[in-house]
């Protein structure tokens, strides 16, 4: 059975593992990576982590925030690594390990492992939203990830949900991600209350004990994403829409709302076929050495 290498490269830390075909972890791999580095020492790093599992695989996958060249496999720029800029990740990979490397934006990474290993990957056409410290966006045809030109397609989470509403982190007004993400949710939390909340599960707590100004934000928060969804919907006519990343362990308080904000407001022959629902919230490494797979079915 053909074994596949899944880098995930975040904002402290490099994952590594080792996958088969049908998606089980054989090795892994985690290095802490220092909060100032420049380009050379990044990559050393990145080498020294995978090295240990390069024996019998057939490619290397990585996964990373964007903004990056997909097709020149550089990592362009990054705000949770200071430092870096212009990195020749694909380039330096394939020199080190004579191996084929395949790079994608992080969230098209979770979209692909989802569609080939996930809990509807019976179905050609998917639509993967990671939810989590933002909101990402990912679509799968037939067993293609869909990236848009240079790997940055699919940022559901910058189209616009409020006309001149919340200045987002991109710089503009109004985008979904201001309103349905651990960032939203905090940002507009302390609009209302000038209390910071340490993070997503707070907020949820919150929630839960029927705070009426967190329910309030998640209830709009919530028609915001819906809303998002069915402009996406329209476009890309996908057999499923799946929600995964870590807002979704709170799935409970919002999916059904979401679900039928959804249903309510596409056109009623979409409902014949449309599944919506929650996925596996899948690793990160897995989703980078779904690229690989892909590689080799398209």
Not at 58 to 83: D, H, K, Y
Request: proline fraction near 3%; include cysteine; hydrophobic fraction near 35%.
């Amino acid at each position: 059975m053909k074994q596949a290498i899944g880098v995930d490269i975040g904002g402290g830390s490099i994952r590594v593992s080792l996958f088969d075909e049908e998606g089980k972890e054989l090795k892994s791999n985690h290095t802490k990576t220092p909060e100032h580095l420049d380009n050379q020492s990044f990559l050393e790093i990145l080498k020294e982590s995978i090295r240990p599992l390069t024996p019998g695989a057939i490619g290397i996958g990585v996964g990373s925030p964007g903004p990056l060249n997909n097709e020149t496999g550089v990592l362009l720029t990054s705000a949770n690594m200071v430092g870096l800029q212009n990195v020749p990740i694909k380039q330096t990979l394939e020199r080190a390990f004579s191996l084929p490397v395949y790079y994608e934006n992080d969230a098209n990474c979770a979209a692909l492992g989802e569609a080939y290993f996930g809990s509807y990957k019976e179905y050609e056409s998917q639509l993967i939203l990671t939810l989590g410290t933002g909101v990402g966006g990912g679509f799968v045809n037939r067993g293609a990830l869909y990236t848009g030109y240079l790997g940055n397609g699919i940022e559901i989470g910058h189209t616009t949900s409020v006309i001149g509403g919340a200045l987002c982190g991109c710089g503009a007004k109004g985008c979904v991600e201001s309103y349905f993400s651990t960032r939203g949710f905090l940002n507009r939390y302390f609009e209302k209350t000038q209390t910071k909340l340490p993070n997503a599960e707070a907020f949820f707590d919150l929630v839960r004990k029927e705070d009426p100004i967190s329910k309030e934000i998640l209830e709009f928060g919530t028609l915001a994403l819906a809303h998002a969804v069915r402009g996406a919907i329209h476009l890309l006519n996908p057999e499923v829409v799946v929600f995964v990343g870590g807002i979704t362990n709170s799935y409970d308080l919002f999916g059904k709302h979401l679900e039928s904000e959804i249903r309510s407001n596409i056109f009623s022959v979409l409902n014949e076929r449309l599944k919506l629902g929650k996925g596996r919230n899948l690793s990160g490494t897995l989703g980078a050495c779904s690229l690989v797979f892909a590689k080799k079915k398209v």
